[in-house]
């Protein structure tokens, strides 16, 4: 029994370890980070692929054409759409000189996803900067343009963050809880000099950029992957830069049901087996840590021998964690899952695990 205590005490002791070098040397440069104000003011072109989405494009898409920039256009690539998308954008058209529509017709055949879409708004897009978002998302501000443009005077490729949008209900606390997480790491690695991913709902680069690599060339036939795997791709220890002021955010309303979230979560991550070995490494042990972490203190706690020094690392590395997630939470708009935050964390590994579990029988393969 002395034996088995004392192997899973050591597992417990390395997946504290573990986490403490992920908070102080990737994590932690989120917290300090301090936006750094740019002097681009050239001009933009805003990309939004829509598919059958007349009902967000009208809600949402003259938050987008509203924006208090000088000079840019947003082109919207009507995908195909089958509902009144054609007749609204007609309509938007009239009223806004800056809206350049682009559809594509039925007849076309394209593979499954948005790449082919992105590709003809790209082509399209007058200016050689462009930023992209979805129809279901809107700006927060009319400086959107103006705060994720901003680092362009100096970088090729801005990471923004796209948080949803406060409701009832645990499904949103936890949809709200995995988006942070998405985000801790997308933007901590990318201040680490390790960028691996954006979020298409609010993400920028260079159109040159783009066609120097032939755009989605190298992974065409994955539905997936215009936002990560073209990070991959392009990224380096310089060219990119992060955006997290509030001005520059998107925002858009979760799923409504566990179901409708989970195809959606499992359509994501069917790109990772497609990730450099490094970040699969970075991501894999990350999530396994939190799972040898909890798993052994559950066995820990059962014995005595072990209470007197498993208790005060447990609550060390808690509280280390509350800390470091409070100005995080803050920054990203999500302070108030503060609280909840060790339950969502469980049941975040577990659904994690089942995604892995689901996805190795069939991926999602739908837009």
């Not at 082109?75 to 509902?83: E, G, L, M, P, T």
């Not at 998302?137 to 948080?163: H, Q, Y």
């Not at 190298?218 to 992957?225: A, D, E, M, N, T």
């Not at 990560?228 to 799923?255: C, G, M, P, R, Y």
Request: a positive charge.
């Amino acid at each position: 029994m002395d034996i088995f205590v004392n192997i899973f005490f050591w597992i417990f002791v390395f997946a504290i370890v573990v986490q403490l070098f992920y908070a102080l040397f990737f994590f932690l440069r989120l917290s300090f980070y301090k936006t750094e104000e740019g002097t681009f003011n050239g001009g933009v072109s805003v990309i939004i692929c829509a598919k059958d989405e007349s009902e967000n494009l009208a809600k949402n898409l003259p938050s987008f054409l509203e924006q208090d920039y000088p000079t840019f256009e947003v082109i919207v690539v009507n995908d195909q759409s089958v509902d009144g998308t054609k007749y609204l954008l007609q309509d938007l058209e009239k009223k806004y000189k800056n809206l350049k529509v682009v559809t594509i017709d039925e007849h076309i055949i394209s593979r499954v996803g948005k790449k082919f879409a992105l590709t003809i708004g790209i082509k399209t897009a007058q200016y050689d900067y462009v930023l992209l978002s979805d129809a279901d998302c809107a700006t927060v501000s009319k400086n959107w343009i103006r705060k994720m443009s901003s680092s362009f005077s100096e970088k090729d490729i801005v990471l923004g963050i796209s948080p949803y949008k406060k409701q009832k209900g645990l499904l949103n606390k936890f949809i709200r809880f995995d988006e942070f997480i998405v985000m801790l790491q997308y933007l901590s690695f990318a201040l680490a000099k390790t960028p691996y991913m954006g979020v298409g709902r609010n993400l920028g680069y260079k159109k040159s950029l783009f066609f120097s690599v032939k755009g989605f060339a190298s992974h065409i036939h994955i539905p997936s992957g215009d936002d990560d795997l073209f990070i991959q791709e392009v990224a380096t220890k310089q060219n990119i830069a992060i955006e997290i002021d509030e001005d520059s955010h998107t925002i858009s309303e979760t799923k409504q049901s566990w179901k409708e979230w989970i195809f959606q979560r499992r359509r994501h991550i069917t790109t990772s087996e497609k990730y450099k070995f490094i970040f699969k490494f970075l991501l894999g042990v990350w999530p396994l840590s939190q799972l040898l972490f909890w798993l052994s203190f559950t066995i820990l706690i059962f014995f005595e021998s072990t209470l007197l020094v498993v208790l005060p690392l447990f609550i060390f590395r808690t509280l280390m964690f509350y800390a470091l997630y409070l100005p995080l939470m803050k920054k990203l708009k999500s302070s108030d899952l503060l609280i909840w935050y060790p339950l969502l964390e469980i049941l975040h590994i577990v659904i994690q695990g089942i995604f892995v579990l689901l996805n190795l029988f069939k991926k999602p393969t739908s837009w």
